[in-house]
T-cell receptor, first 115, second 113 residues
């Protein structure tokens, strides 16, 4: 069974500073990996995804993530955060098995931006 | 192109009542997933459906919970005889196939009095 760990429950960064959110996964084969963002009272918006190929993937809103198989990680990065990036961020893993398309989510990282 | 539509956005029920949550997938999407989010937690998978078929219900509680996705109309998540522990946000997601990114609705916040 797959699992996801997001070790940081809450991160605070200054506006304009760089950001890295950590995500480690456990899955026996090559996973599908996703980052979603959730604003309060809202649903989840897909930031980016990794299915195969280039291990550095670009997403919306200036985010990127790098898949490192050796470290079982898929960390999310942004070079310069904006106040509007304050939200909850979820990493998720999906299996590549037919009939097992569900996503397994981490517990999330809450991002606070200070002026 | 409308996104995943969930209604109601907020639902209040008393203990013992039934809760019915509806989800209309994005146009062209035939795969529907339901997830539950408890306060301060991530989303937990409940059930995966295609039209008229339950594909994976491994995350569904064995009792009181059921889901359907009929040939016509929205997917329905039904919770019978609700209890306080059912209070949560319930999210529906859809995708055009099983290996495409899932697009999420804004959720239904269920409160049990």
């Amino acid at each position: 069974a797959q699992s996801v760990t997001q070790p940081d429950i809450h991160i605070t960064v200054s506006e304009g500073a760089s950001l890295e959110l950590r995500c480690n996964y456990s899955y026996g084969a090559t996973p599908y990996l996703f980052w979603y963002v959730q604003s309060p009272g809202q649903g989840l918006q897909l930031l980016l995804k990794y299915f195969s190929g280039d291990t550095l993937v670009q997403g919306i809103k200036g985010f990127e993530a790098e898949f490192k198989r050796s470290q079982s990680s898929f960390n999310l990065r942004k070079p310069s955060v904006h106040w509007s990036d304050a939200a909850e961020y979820f990493c998720a893993v999906g299996a590549q098995d037919f009939g097992n398309e569900k996503l397994t989510f981490g517990t999330g990282t809450r991002l606070t931006i200070i002026p | 192109n409308a996104g995943v539509m969930q209604n109601p956005r907020h639902l209040v029920r008393r203990r013992g009542q039934e809760a019915r949550l509806r989800c209309s997938p994005m146009k062209g999407h035939s795969h529907v997933y339901w997830y539950r989010q408890l306060p301060e937690e991530g989303l937990k998978f409940m059930v995966y459906l295609q039209k008229e078929n339950i594909i994976d219900e491994s995350g569904m509680p064995k009792e009181r919970f059921s889901a359907e996705f009929p040939k016509e109309g929205p997917s329905i998540l039904r919770i019978q005889q609700v209890v306080r522990g059912d209070s949560a946000a319930y999210f529906c997601a859809s995708s055009p196939s099983g290996f495409q990114p899932q697009h999420f609705g804004d959720g239904t916040r269920l409160s049990i009095l």
